[in-house]
Protein backbone atom coordinates (compact mmCIF):
# COMPACT_ATOMS: atom_id res chain seq x y z
CA UNK A 1 0.00 0.00 0.00
CA UNK A 2 2.50 2.71 0.79
CA UNK A 3 4.24 1.55 -2.35
CA UNK A 4 1.32 3.04 -4.26
CA UNK A 5 0.71 6.37 -2.33
CA UNK A 6 4.97 7.01 -3.16
CA UNK A 7 4.18 6.36 -6.52
CA UNK A 8 0.89 8.32 -6.78
CA UNK A 9 3.21 11.07 -5.14
CA UNK A 10 5.55 11.08 -7.62
CA UNK A 11 3.11 10.33 -10.87
CA UNK A 12 1.71 13.98 -9.06
CA UNK A 13 4.97 15.54 -9.04
CA UNK A 14 5.97 14.77 -12.62
CA UNK A 15 1.94 16.44 -13.25
CA UNK A 16 2.43 19.49 -12.00
CA UNK A 17 6.39 19.40 -13.58
CA UNK A 18 4.66 19.55 -16.69
CA UNK A 19 2.30 21.99 -16.08
CA UNK A 20 4.57 24.44 -15.36
CA UNK A 21 7.09 23.33 -18.62
CA UNK A 22 3.54 23.89 -20.71
CA UNK A 23 3.46 27.23 -19.11
CA UNK A 24 6.76 28.20 -19.54
CA UNK A 25 6.68 26.72 -23.12
CA UNK A 26 3.07 28.94 -24.01
CA UNK A 27 4.72 31.90 -22.73
CA UNK A 28 8.39 31.52 -24.65
CA UNK A 29 5.73 30.67 -27.75
CA UNK A 30 3.70 34.17 -27.32
CA UNK A 31 6.57 36.21 -26.53
CA UNK A 32 9.32 35.41 -29.03
CA UNK A 33 6.81 34.23 -31.69
CA UNK A 34 8.06 30.77 -31.74
CA UNK A 35 6.89 27.68 -32.85
CA UNK A 36 6.72 24.48 -31.26
CA UNK A 37 10.02 22.97 -30.97
CA UNK A 38 11.60 20.03 -28.39
CA UNK A 39 14.77 21.62 -26.84
CA UNK A 40 18.15 19.67 -26.47
CA UNK A 41 21.16 19.94 -24.53
CA UNK A 42 23.90 21.72 -26.65
CA UNK A 43 26.50 19.64 -24.37
CA UNK A 44 25.77 16.24 -25.47
CA UNK A 45 22.71 16.11 -27.75
CA UNK A 46 20.47 14.92 -24.52
CA UNK A 47 17.09 16.25 -23.68
CA UNK A 48 17.66 17.91 -20.32
CA UNK A 49 16.09 16.62 -17.66
CA UNK A 50 12.72 17.12 -15.98
CA UNK A 51 14.04 19.08 -13.31
CA UNK A 52 16.44 21.74 -14.84
CA UNK A 53 13.29 22.00 -17.46
CA UNK A 54 11.24 22.47 -14.59
CA UNK A 55 14.09 24.87 -12.80
CA UNK A 56 14.24 26.32 -16.15
CA UNK A 57 10.31 26.31 -16.36
CA UNK A 58 9.37 28.30 -12.94
CA UNK A 59 11.79 30.73 -13.62
CA UNK A 60 10.33 31.79 -16.94
CA UNK A 61 6.81 31.75 -15.17
CA UNK A 62 8.22 33.67 -12.12
CA UNK A 63 9.52 36.25 -14.21
CA UNK A 64 6.38 36.34 -16.89
CA UNK A 65 4.46 37.21 -13.19
CA UNK A 66 7.04 40.10 -12.48
CA UNK A 67 6.47 41.72 -16.24
CA UNK A 68 2.82 41.60 -15.54
CA UNK A 69 2.66 42.33 -11.76
CA UNK A 70 0.37 46.22 -12.22
CA UNK A 71 1.98 48.85 -10.44
CA UNK A 72 5.90 48.38 -10.54
CA UNK A 73 7.49 49.44 -13.40
CA UNK A 74 8.76 47.37 -16.44
CA UNK A 75 12.08 46.88 -16.60
CA UNK A 76 13.91 48.26 -19.95
Given at each position: ?????GG?????????????????????????????????????????TA??????????????????????????
Amino acid sequence: MARLEGGELDLSEQLETRKVIERAKGILQRDLQLSEQRPTSRCNGKPPTALSMKEIAEAIVLSDDVKRTPGKPKPS
